[in-house]
């Protein structure tokens, strides 16, 4: 059954970006609510969330309803989660202050759901101290808020006020509507992304690993209450809320940064497309270009995986397989070779998933023998398998 958001729109100059964070969840399948309060409605008009919501809007309290309910009630109980962005000044100080006197603020006194502000205004009046007591409450209250990121506000200021990125927003509600939390204080360590290994100070060869892979799977587990690392090269992905995210760029970084935690491991999951080779020599000085050809010769860098796999003890270790052929047979004896609990095995030869895709199709095999094959979804579906399949549930 899907899962139902009520989104609070008050009236500030983000609004529009609230329609983003609307398409984004119903694109996750995520039923989607809106309620607009009066002052919402002068900056985008409640057609435009109907219509991506796919929801009839609710903005005055006391319009003839379209079926009998009271609706401040139904939607009160109906909510999963509650989200309100952008949050006014305003309407944090009404909640804070108990004052229900439209729509919105009295569906959100009426609700038991979690309540999520993300507030947006300008920095004075993000920084006044009233507001900053408003807001001081209602998280001692138990109301959750993603604070506001810092740069260039609409008003022509720039400091702390611009409402957070509706990925990030995005993100931090899927983490709340998921209520299995079956990874629970389990610390669970991700490598994600490409490294990359320099030829000199402004070259380098690196592969086409995009880390998508590797942060759906870094999401999944913090979605399921675990402690989450997430060791990525670099990549263009924003770094997810309420993850640790150590940025590496090199093989030996990589390697120094996943030894260094993997004693308090309980399961390492390395999606990193790892760069297998370096050049022999790194030149300081940048080479300079020639008439003849430029030989460079490489050596085999660490094998990560196989040295955690030497020294595993209790940990669950998940390796990739990025194959071009066989691939089975190739991902069973990597599987083996390097002593892992399991592998993802994926044709890197079709074009419409792996390397940059937004799906995948992958073979996943356990020590055990078990064969589990995965058609074509999305990563994020990928990543719920997986964790299924790790804790034993399929
Ligand atoms: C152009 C414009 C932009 C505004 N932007 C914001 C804003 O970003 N944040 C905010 O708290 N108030 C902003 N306000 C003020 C609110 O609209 C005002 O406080 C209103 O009473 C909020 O009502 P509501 O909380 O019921 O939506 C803005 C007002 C105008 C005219």
């Known amino acids: 059954m899907k899962k139902n958001l009520v989104l609070g ?12 964070i609307v ?10 609510n809106v309620i607009m309060t009066e002052s919402a409605t002068k900056f985008v008009t409640p057609l ?7 929801n009839m809007v609710t903005c005055d309290m006391f ?3 379209k079926a009998w309910e009271i609706q401040h009630i139904s939607l009160a109980e109906k909510a999963d989660v509650f989200l309100v962005a952008p949050a006014t000044a305003n309407i944090i100080g009404k909640v804070a202050n108990g004052i229900a006197d439209d729509m919105l603020s009295t569906t959100i006194m009426a609700t038991k759901a979690k309540v999520i502000f ?20 209602l998280k001692s209250l138990g109301y959750e808020f993603i604070d506001p990121a810092e740069g260039r506000l609409a008003c022509g200021t720039s400091g702390k006020g611009k409402l957070e990125s509706p990925e990030i927003i995005v993100d931090k509600v899927l983490m ?3 209520e299995n939390k079956d990874l629970l204080n389990k610390n669970v360590v991700v490598t994600a992304g490409p490294t990359i290994a320099p030829i000199d100070p402004v070259r380098f060869i690196t592969n086409r690993s995009t880390g998508k892979m590797g942060y759906a799977i870094a999401k999944e587990a913090r979605n399921r209450g675990a402690n989450v690392t997430l060791i990525s090269g670099p990549t263009s992905i924003i ?9 590496v760029s090199t093989n030996e970084e990589m390697k120094n940064e996943v030894m260094n935690i993997f004693d308090e491991a309980d399961i390492v999951i390395k999606s990193a497309a790892v760069a297998d080779y370096k050049p022999k020599n790194y030149s300081t000085q940048k080479i300079k270009k020639g008439d003849g050809e430029l030989c460079i010769e490489f050596i085999r860098d660490n094998d990560i995986l196989m040295e955690l796999g030497s020294k595993k003890k209790n940990q669950i270790l998940v390796g990739f397989a990025a194959e071009s052929q066989e691939l089975k047979d190739n991902a069973m004896s990597k599987l083996q070779r390097k002593n892992l609990d399991y592998i993802v095995a994926n044709d890197i030869t079709a074009s419409d998933t792996g390397f940059a895709s937004e799906d995948n199709k992958v073979i996943i095999l356990s020590k055990e023998g078990k064969e589990i094959y995965l058609d074509k979804m999305s990563k994020e579906k990928i990543a719920t398998n997986l964790f299924d399949i790790i804790l034993e549930k399929r």
């Not at 398409?23 to 989607?32: E, P, R, T, Y």
């Not at 435009?48 to 796919?54: A, E, H, P, R, V």
């Not at 947006?120 to 920084?127: G, H, P, R, V």
């Open 118 to 137: 993300a507030p947006a205004m300008n920095t004075n009046m993000y920084e006044n101290p009233i507001v900053q007591e408003n807001i001081k409450k």
């Open 176 to 178: 709340e509507l998921n």
């Open 48 to 54: 435009s969330f109907q219509s991506l919501s796919q």
């Open 23 to 32: 398409s984004l969840l119903v694109k996750k399948d995520i039923n989607v």
């Open 9 to 20: 729109v008050s009236g500030g100059i983000a609004v529009y970006k609230a329609l983003e």
């Open 63 to 65: 319009a003839e309803p």
């Open 239 to 247: 770094a997810p809320k309420d993850i640790n995210v150590v940025e």
